[in-house]
């Protein structure tokens, strides 16, 4: 069992829809979880970052952690065709520890 | 304006060389790491270096090898041994370093290594 999973999609949506992406671990000590946002052929980009559970907002994203469940996810809403894109979670314990990626949910947002 | 840069984008080597990738960072970070991206596997990491002139392999060092003489670089060799070489290199950069802190991470756009 991988430490991370994810749904490697894709996922289709219409325009200005509310966007679902998520991840479930297994490690109970990860404290920091990050999403990032991956176009074709480019860099990962850093969305957003949260510490321990709670919530997240920037813009139209929301970041919302579950640790009883351990379960992550990000919230796009109004999406938009700009929004296709792979989306990584990743995770990672306190202080300096390695990032552990999910594999990627491909977001696909048609007009 | 701040950010980390690899060169070249694409890279086209003949099975038996040796390649060297590039990375430079001006964002002060002192952690750099290098990633390997492959189709359906994620994110993958290679080497990482917490500190000027110190390195640790990560979870597929085997065919590679790093250095940190400077704190914006950190050089990637890919080189023969590596029995499986062509995918997306991708180095990054944190500000988390031997003190620790957030390890978030920031990326480079990548270079695409292709070995025939």
């Known amino acids: 069992q991988k430490e991370v999973e994810q749904d490697p999609g894709p996922l289709s949506v219409p325009e200005g829809a509310i966007v679902s992406l998520n991840c479930t671990y297994s490690?109970?000590?990860?404290?920091?979880f990050m999403w990032y946002r991956q176009y074709s052929r480019k860099g990962p980009e850093l969305l957003m970052y949260?510490?321990?559970?709670g919530n997240k907002e920037d813009g139209r994203f929301t970041a919302q952690v579950d640790k009883s469940s351990k379960y992550i996810s990000l919230f796009i809403r109004d999406s938009q065709p700009s929004d296709s894109a792979t989306y990584l979670c990743?995770?990672?314990?306190?202080?300096?520890?390695?990032?552990?990626f999910g594999t990627g949910t491909r977001l696909l947002v048609s007009p | 304006d701040g950010g980390i840069t690899q060169s070249p984008k694409y890279l086209f080597r003949k099975e038996g060389q040796n390649v060297t990738l590039s990375c430079e960072q001006n964002?002060?970070?002192?952690?750099m790491y290098w990633y390997r991206q492959d189709p359906g596997q994620g994110l993958r990491l290679i080497y990482y270096?917490?500190?000027?002139?110190?390195?640790q392999k990560g979870d597929i060092a085997e065919g590679y090898s790093v250095s940190r003489e400077k704190k914006e670089s950190f050089p990637l060799t890919v080189t023969s041994a590596q029995k499986n070489p062509t995918a997306f290199y991708l180095c990054?950069?944190?500000?988390?370093?031997?003190?620790?802190?957030?390890?978030?991470?920031?990326f480079g756009p990548g270079t695409r290594l292709t070995v025939t």
């Open positions: 990054a950069s944190s500000p988390a370093g031997t003190s620790g802190g957030v390890n978030e991470q920031y």
């Open positions: 490690n109970s000590a990860f404290q920091y």
């Open positions: 949260t510490y321990s559970s």
């Open positions: 990743a995770m990672s314990g306190t202080s300096f520890q390695k990032l552990v």
């Open positions: 964002l002060n970070h002192d952690a």
């Open positions: 270096s917490q500190i000027v002139n110190d390195f």
